[in-house]
Structures are given as structure tokens and as C-alpha cells.
């Protein structure tokens, strides 16, 4: 089983920084993540994730949004763009928070990442705009709690990723593990 999307957009930052800059392309490095970017690397380097344990692997290589998101809050009054929630690659046309966990998403040419699971959002996205928070990490009505602002992933195989790639997805085999945050 597979699906199809698009890549509308790819950033990076150098710097700690809450949003990211919209690139003409990006280079992804093998077990390392986005070159130039300040998350790149093989152990964690979300500040938080330093902070607690800095020899933990770094799961959040690369960090994918789905554009379809930004339409979403847009109707709640909130204007989001690419690179705005500091995702490395934003997609359209895959329902990115349904894969299961260790699907493959090929990306162009040559690049391969594997989803690791949901990016966690924190307290800067009510930085970025206040209110924000609410529309991408709730609870339904049934109590469980939905984080709505990305996927995280590891680089398998590098590559130069640009906005208009084509994404394929390779979902892994036997029992499919949903995400979870990491």
C-alpha cells in the first residue's frame, strides 16, 4: 500500500529560532537531517530534549507539516505559511498524521526519510500567535489527546529535496504502529 503528495515548500535556520526560512532546496544528510539546519544531527538537539538527556538519539531529524493544516487554522483566524512552525518539509496531499510509525515517505530523486512520530507542540506556537496552541494540540471528545502540527522523521537516505518533489509513501510491513509523540 502507498500514496502520493507533493512537496510545496522546504526550510531551514541555522539558529534556534521558532520558524524556519523557505529555501529553493535542501540538502538532507543520512542519519543526520537537514544540512545547516540547527536540528541536524545524530543525537537531539531540541533544546528540551538537550536539556534532559543529550546523548538520547535524535529521532526529530526532520520535521514535516502538512500544508493542508495551515487552511485548517486559517478558517479558526490564524494565518500560518510554510517554515511558519519551523517544519523542515511542507507536503501536500498525505494525511501525514495517520502513517503508522517507520513508514518510508521517498522524496524526489533520491532522498528517504522515516517517520519516527508526532511532533509534540510546546507553549512558542502561543509565541508565534496567540491562541494557536489550541487549534493543533486538543483533546476530542472522547478524552484522547490529538497533536495536529507534524511529523518527526530521521534521514535513511540523503538527498536534495525542493519544492514540487514528488512524495511517495512506503508503509512498513506486518502490524502498523500509530504515532506517537517523540
Known sequence: MSGTGTVTAVSSNGEYSFTKINRAGIRLLAGLGVEGDVHAGVTVKHRSRVAQDPTQPNLRQVHLIHEEL????????????????????????????????????????????????????????????????????????????????????????GGVVRPGDTITVELPDGPHRPLDRV
Open 70 to 157: 495551515f487552511a485548517e487554522v486559517g478558517g479558526a483566524g490564524f494565518a500560518v505559511k510554510p517554515g511558519d512552525l519551523g517544519e523542515n518539509i511542507t507536503t501536500s496531499g498525505i494525511d501525514l498524521l495517520s502513517l503508522p510509525t517507520g513508514a518510508l515517505l521517498l522524496i524526489g530523486d533520491e532522498a528517504v526519510v522515516e517517520v519516527t512520530g508526532l511532533r509534540n507542540p510546546c507553549v512558542q506556537i502561543d509565541g508565534f500567535q496567540d491562541g494557536l496552541l489550541k487549534q493543533v494540540v486538543f483533546r476530542d471528545e472522547a478524552g484522547n489527546l490529538i497533536r495536529k502540527a507534524g511529523i518527526m522523521s530521521v534521514v535513511r537516505v
